[in-house]
């Protein structure tokens, strides 16, 4: 069997708009999440400098 460059390949097709939209949401979902948990870090920091600084 005959291997064949990759570069010399056919590209994947691309996502559909469905696809992207799902990945988009997941991804937002995901960023509020983490941001939602690096909040709670920094509130846990203060309160653990308050305590150690008091």
Do not use: G
């Amino acid at each position: 069997m005959e291997r064949v460059p990759e570069d010399e390949r056919p590209p994947a097709a691309p996502p559909s708009n469905e696809e992207l939209a799902a990945e988009n949401k997941l991804l937002k979902e995901q960023v509020s999440a983490l941001s939602d948990q690096n909040e709670f870090q920094e509130e846990l920091i203060v309160e653990l400098a308050n305590i150690v600084y008091a």
